[in-house]
């Protein structure tokens, strides 16, 4: 298994603003995520971490709005520009491990509340 | 592609019954599957994991099957308490990352 942290755990932003999550890892790891829960909603996957590289996003996700950071194999930030309302939900960071990676845990997430 | 499909919420259910929450899945490949649980006001935690047909996995009483026949993974339980009260997330990963379900609430009553 892998322990990761995240801070902040959560915080209130004013609209405009640009908010930086920051993912810890216990030990390296090849693979880190991002991924956004909407309030009573699923997972959706933002993008990959990549080590030494930029990030591959999903559809619908963007470098200017969710521009990643991965400067060593045990930590990534997320950040989220230019914030509205429609950005408030929870961010989680995830790993995989595994000798094929199957198996994903996640942080404890960051709550963010958008005004 | 792959995708999860999972039972509607809510399911509200007395302490000491039964439970199932039926997940089916669609997938290219052969993918792992999971049960991941998110307690009120906290992140994802792994609850069980099946790698291969016919695996079940099972942790805290809880258990699923791998049933390739079926492509179905349902989440099982044969006495809830009330804190198993949370939002239950079936997920898929073909060589990462993880594809999820929309997630079923259970909210159990003493």
């Known amino acids: 298994s892998a322990v990761i942290s995240q801070k902040p755990s959560r915080d209130i932003c004013q609209r405009g603003t640009s908010l930086t999550i920051q993912c810890q890892v216990d030990?390296?790891?090849?693979?880190m995520f991002w991924y956004r829960q909407q309030p009573g909603q699923s997972l959706t996957l933002i993008a990959t971490?990549?080590?030494?590289?930029?990030?591959?996003?999903e559809s619908g996700f963007v470098i200017d709005k969710f521009p990643i950071s991965r400067p060593n194999l045990t930590f990534s930030t997320l950040t989220v520009s230019n914030m509205s309302p429609e950005d408030s939900s929870i961010y989680l960071c995830?790993?995989?491990?595994?000798?094929?990676?199957?198996?994903?845990?996640f942080g404890p997430g960051t709550r963010l509340l958008v005004l | 592609g792959n995708s999860v499909t999972q039972m509607e919420g809510p399911v509200t259910l007395s302490e000491e019954a039964f439970l199932t929450i039926n997940c089916t899945y669609t997938?290219?490949?052969?993918?792992?599957l999971f049960w991941y649980v998110q307690y009120p006001g906290e992140g994802l935690q792994l609850l069980l994991k099946?790698?291969?047909?016919?695996d079940k996995g099972s942790n805290k009483g809880f258990e699923a099957t791998y049933r390739k026949e079926t492509t179905s993974f349902h989440l099982e339980k044969g006495s809830v308490q009330v804190s198993d009260s949370a939002v239950y997330f079936c997920?898929?990963?073909?060589?990462?990352?993880?594809?999820f379900g929309k997630g079923t609430r259970l909210s159990v009553i003493a």
């Open positions: 099946a790698t291969k047909a016919d």
């Open positions: 997938a290219t490949g052969y993918p792992s």
């Open positions: 030990s390296q790891v090849t693979m």
């Open positions: 997920a898929l990963s073909v060589n990462t990352p993880l594809v």
């Open positions: 995830s790993v995989a491990v595994g000798l094929e990676g199957e198996t994903q845990y």
């Open positions: 971490a990549n080590q030494g590289s930029e990030a591959t996003y």
